[in-house]
């Protein structure tokens, strides 16, 4: 998030699950994550998040994530299984399979309110075109997922996105985002860029179109544990911070 989301061509820890899963096979250690905001920096708009992803030698590499949104009133929740495979020649494919619920505490069961939950599936593909430069693109909620009854389905996407690498610890990256039902709209644009000043050390920056606002962040490694800050700008609400903490756990590969 401290380079405005702009992670579709990136693709390559953890965050891969929620930005293209595809990705996923281009992490070689064993990752776990924990991350947790308040959106606008309201207590009552609490989420956070854990994450893992275990690669295989054989079978690919496979991710886990949980993800939780609100109060007790009013709680989303997610779970998401991941898989990222190697197709040959520096191209990939993933795929996550979503349970996504809704809460509404208190409401009856015969009510329009109450509780739901809907099945998501997102595609992925990720392309190295050259050692510096590579290409992705993601399909949000493919199977057109609904909550209950509702009319409506959860929303679709499409992330289409390029990250350039012109020097070493260098990474620029750019993604646009747009509804599955219509490309004739004006897309969200998010540009992003990241520096490793050292082995330990990562600084992040990016914009975003909407809504019109910046990011910032760094990452600081240490041995197997690593933090990372980003803060979010907004033209009208509060800042928000983000916070996450994750263990990078060496070469520990399964033999499956």
């Known amino acids: 998030m401290g380079m405005a989301g702009a992670f579709t061509g990136v693709a390559d820890d953890v965050n891969a699950i929620y930005c293209n899963p595809a990705g996923l096979e281009l992490v070689k250690e064993v990752e776990a994550m924990g991350m947790t905001t308040r959106l606008f920096g309201l207590k009552d708009l609490t989420y956070y998040l854990f994450g ?9 590499t496979f991710g886990l994530s949980y993800s939780q949104f609100g109060r ?15 197709l ?23 009510s329009e309110y109450g509780r739901a939950s ?16 590579r290409l992705g693109i993601m399909a949000m ?23 350039f690498q012109p020097l070493a610890g260098y990474i620029t990256s750019l993604d646009l985002h747009l509804p599955m039902s219509s490309i004739m709209v004006d897309p969200e644009i998010r540009a992003g860029f990241e520096v490793s000043l050292n082995r330990n050390f990562t600084l992040r920056a990016g ?6 606002r910046f990011t910032g962040g760094f990452g600081f490694c240490w041995n197997i544990f690593k933090f ?13 911070h983000l916070f996450s903490f994750s263990l990078h756990l060496g070469n520990q590969t399964m033999q499956n």
């Not at 996550?96 to 009856?108: E, F, R, Y």
């Not at 914009?207 to 019109?212: F, L, T």
């Not at 990372?228 to 928000?240: C, E, K, R, T, V």
């Open 72 to 86: 007790s009133e009013y709680r989303e929740s997610q779970t998401i299984i991941s898989s990222g495979q190697s």
């Open 207 to 212: 914009v975003e179109n909407d809504p019109a």
């Open 88 to 110: 040959g020649s520096g191209i990939y494919f993933g795929f996550n399979m979503k349970i996504m619920s809704l809460k509404i505490k208190g409401a009856s069961a015969n």
């Open 228 to 240: 990372d800050y980003a803060f979010l700008s907004h033209p009208f609400l509060n800042g928000q």
């Open 52 to 60: 893992g992803v275990v690669p295989t030698k054989k079978i690919g």
């Open 141 to 163: 909620n493919l199977n057109s997922p609904r909550l209950g009854s509702s009319p409506e389905n959860l929303a679709q996407k499409i992330r289409v996105g390029a990250s």
């Open 118 to 133: 809907a099945f998501g599936l997102d595609v992925g593909a990720l392309a190295d075109i050259s050692s510096k430069f």
